[in-house]
């Protein structure tokens, strides 16, 4: 799946994904691909990024790899929206 992380200043993160986790307001949830469409608020907390083999993505400085794992990487944020369908996700952060 496509996955864009957008704040107010910067795109964040632009790429393709196995799974992201995070942190809705209720606790967290990952998505997978082929996810059906949803639009949930998030809460403060952590975003964490499994990035596809293949992809090619734009990370912002802001985003942090996992120093284990190259395709792992995590963001927090304070809280947004994410939206998912046909297999794009759009988080609106904070």
């Known amino acids: 799946m496509i996955l864009e992380i957008i704040t107010p200043e ?3 993160y632009s790429g393709e ?3 992201v986790t995070l942190p809705g307001v209720d ?8 996810h059906a469409p949803i639009v949930s608020t998030l809460g403060a ?3 964490r990024i499994t990035e596809s083999k293949s992809s090619s993505s734009e990370v912002h400085e802001s985003v942090s790899r996992d120093s284990r794992n190259e395709k792992e990487l995590s963001l927090e944020i304070s809280g947004g929206v994410i939206e ?3 297999n ?7």
């Open 45 to 47: 907390g952590t975003v």
């Open 88 to 94: 794009k996700a759009i988080v609106l952060a904070n």
């Open 84 to 86: 998912m369908s046909k």
């Open 10 to 12: 910067n795109k964040l």
């Open 27 to 34: 606790g967290s949830f990952q998505l997978l691909n082929n």
């Open 17 to 19: 994904v196995d799974v």
